[in-house]
């Protein structure tokens, strides 16, 4: 009687031990799932982010006081010293396409200023600049 008693107890404690590391895989399943989810809406947002920067990038690289005489909060002075500039470019193009794009797509961004969405304008820039010389 004794003995089926502990017996059971150990049946038990291994089906306890065996429910927690399936309840344990399953919770890491699920994080990898909304990791991996946010990763990928995040890359979505940052080529809907490109595809709406190309044209300026296009126009800013030739003109780039055309695209800053029609900006609503120009990023940098009107002075074609700076708006000629590389850093001057991408802050253009970036507020450019601030101001156009959709807030969801900022948002998934992290994107509040032209600042903050150079680096994805100037990693855009690197494949633009070579067709746009030629």
Known sequence: MFDTILSNIDKMQAIIVALSALIGAIVTLVITCIREYKRIRK???????????????????????????????????????????????????????????????LKKLGINSAADAVPLVSSMYKLIKPLVKK
Not at 51 to 71: D, R, Y
Not at 84 to 105: C, F, M, R
């Open 43 to 105: 890359e979505i947002a940052a080529e809907e982010f490109k595809e709406i920067a190309a044209p300026f990038c296009k126009i800013a690289e030739t003109e780039p006081m055309k695209v800053l005489e029609n900006l609503i909060k120009p990023p940098v002075d009107s002075l074609p010293s700076i708006a000629n500039s590389n850093e001057g470019k991408a802050l253009i193009v970036a507020q450019a396409t601030i101001e156009k794009a959709n807030p969801k797509i």
